[in-house]
């Protein structure tokens, strides 16, 4: 029985999330991988550390994914500090949250700078990238957006993206959606439901 079925069983009802809970939404069968959703079902990318990362890596673990690139003002550093909260108000199960974070931005976030980044936050947290091919694919797939916005020169432009996050269960499905300042305590909650550490 997938972890779904047991949080059913547990709790007698569909758990309540805080986020959108978007489980099997655009499944193809109801037996579907557990009805996962039928995008987003994977990352693929090089990790800061050289490392292909797929998201079976992290079984066991409730996975945190969201887009951004190091050199935006606010929306990115506010988002991975709230996961980085998150993880903290979880205590000891802080150890089975895995934050990722996707640059979109490969051109300027190198490997080292990415490290340097996700150092500021959680030293546990990894960044992913891919060259421009890959990344637009696993955009398309996680149906987010990003677009270069030109500045007064070559180097200083932005990215304009999508800012929410998703969440995985332990079983390596996308269950919830996370709106843009939801709030650490929100992703604390859901992530304790689908560790099955609720009530």
């Given at each position: 029985?997938?972890?779904?079925?047991?949080?059913?069983?547990?709790?007698?009802?569909?758990?309540?999330?805080?986020?959108?809970?978007?489980?099997?939404?655009?499944?193809?069968?109801?037996?579907?991988?557990?009805?996962?959703?039928?995008?987003?079902?994977?990352?693929?990318?090089?990790?800061?550390?050289?490392?292909?990362?797929?998201?079976?890596?992290?079984?066991?673990?409730?996975?945190i994914?969201?887009?951004?690139?190091?050199?935006?003002?606010?929306?990115?550093?506010?988002?991975?500090?709230?996961?980085?909260?998150?993880?903290?108000?979880?205590?000891?199960?802080?150890?089975?949250?895995?934050?990722?974070?996707?640059?979109?931005?490969?051109e300027?976030?190198?490997?080292?700078?990415?490290?340097?980044?996700?150092?500021?936050?959680?030293?546990?947290?990894?960044?992913?990238?891919?060259?421009?091919?890959?990344?637009?694919?696993?955009?398309?797939?996680?149906?987010?957006?990003?677009?270069?916005?030109?500045?007064k020169?070559?180097?200083?432009?932005?990215?304009?993206?999508?800012?929410?996050?998703?969440?995985?269960?332990?079983?390596?499905?996308?269950?919830?959606?996370?709106?843009?300042?939801?709030?650490?305590?929100?992703?604390?909650?859901?992530?304790?439901?689908?560790l099955?550490?609720?009530?």
């Amino acid at each position: 029985m997938g972890i779904a079925g047991l949080i059913g069983a547990c709790s007698g009802e569909k758990a309540q999330f805080r986020g959108v809970d978007i489980t099997g939404i655009g499944a193809t069968q109801a037996n579907d991988a557990q009805n996962a959703p039928n995008f987003a079902r994977d990352l693929g990318l090089t990790d800061h550390n050289g490392q292909v990362r797929p998201i079976q890596d992290f079984a066991g673990k409730v996975v945190i994914v969201f887009f951004g690139y190091t050199q935006c003002p606010d929306v990115c550093p506010t988002s991975l500090q709230e996961l980085a909260q998150a993880k903290q108000l979880l205590g000891r199960d802080g150890e089975r949250m895995q934050g990722i974070f996707v640059t979109v931005d490969p051109e300027r976030d190198t490997p080292e700078v990415l490290k340097a980044y996700m150092a500021n936050f959680d030293p546990g947290f990894l960044a992913l990238r891919g060259t421009p091919e890959q990344l637009a694919q696993v955009a398309r797939d996680f149906k987010i957006y990003y677009k270069k916005a030109e500045g007064k020169t070559p180097t200083s432009y932005t990215m304009d993206h999508s800012a929410g996050s998703y969440m995985y269960d332990p079983a390596g499905h996308l269950r919830i959606y996370h709106r843009y300042g939801s709030g650490a305590q929100a992703l604390a909650a859901d992530a304790k439901i689908l560790l099955g550490k609720a009530g």
